[in-house]
């Protein structure tokens, strides 16, 4: 079941490298999201209200690619797996498999950008 979520500024709600069983859809605020190289943070953009936010590793079961914090202070609704695993279900197979072969191919694309 979904729940709320509030984030005061600068509070992390994502660390690359970490794995999640949730993906977030951003209700209010402003969230960065930023990769480490090395000692440098990049920032690889920012996510707005009424955008998703993790929706790559929800679907592929992987690590987080990047890091994600508020910017301000944000509401969120978490989205648990069992949610998109109660939607597969109920669909035909090749439904879940479209959507992890899109977040596989997209989870490959971002790794070929060099930052």
Request: glycine share 6%; net charge neutral.
């Amino acid at each position: 079941m979904a729940k709320e979520l509030f984030l005061v500024a600068n509070q992390i709600l994502l660390r690359e490298g970490e794995h999640s069983n949730s993906m977030y859809w951003l209700q209010k605020g402003q969230l960065i999201v930023t990769k480490q190289r090395g000692k440098e943070e990049i920032v690889l953009g920012h996510i707005y209200s009424g955008e998703l936010v993790g929706e790559i590793s929800f679907l592929d079961h992987e690590a987080r690619s990047a890091t994600v914090k508020a910017v301000t202070p944000c509401e969120l609704i978490e989205i648990p797996q069992e949610t998109i695993d109660g939607i597969f279900k109920s669909h035909p197979k090749w439904l879940e498999i479209l959507v992890k072969t899109l977040a596989e191919r997209l989870r490959k694309a971002n790794a070929r950008i060099k930052i």
